[in-house]
């Protein structure tokens, strides 16, 4: 069985940044697309970015110009590269990998079948 594994959550002051690193434990070709959400407490799950075996990427308005979703998802690797960072971005980052085909503007969590058991980001002010 396939598992997807986070790194690279912690503590960061607001305005910093973090790295976060997906990879899964071994290799399939089936993944399609790799994507990123975050669920903060009482809060629900919410896309912050999707990239495609193409190479197209979509962002949640919420991230945009300040995360940064890239990855190989032939090799099922995917990063988020998270920059100036705000109080309200802490929360739980899944990775989340598709495999059928999905357009990076309609991704949904519905569009990911394998999940990681997530990684904690915290911003403190």
């Known amino acids: 069985q396939v598992h997807l594994a986070e790194s690279g959550g912690g503590l960061v002051q607001a305005g910093g940044s973090l790295r976060l690193s997906c990879a899964a434990s071994s290799s399939i070709s089936s993944i399609l697309a790799m994507g990123w959400f975050r669920q903060a407490p009482g809060a629900q799950r919410e896309l912050v970015a999707v990239?495609?075996?193409?190479?197209?990427?979509n962002y949640a308005d919420s991230v945009k110009g300040r995360f940064t979703i890239s990855g190989d998802v032939a090799k099922n690797t995917v990063y988020l590269q998270m920059n100036s960072l705000k109080p309200e971005d802490p929360a739980v980052y899944y990775c989340?990998?598709?495999?059928?085909?999905?357009?990076?503007?309609?991704?949904?969590?519905?569009?990911?079948?394998?999940w990681g058991q997530g990684t904690q980001v915290t911003v403190s002010s």
């Open positions: 990239i495609t075996r193409g190479d197209n990427t």
């Open positions: 989340a990998a598709a495999l059928r085909p999905v357009l990076a503007l309609a991704a949904t969590q519905a569009s990911f079948a394998l």
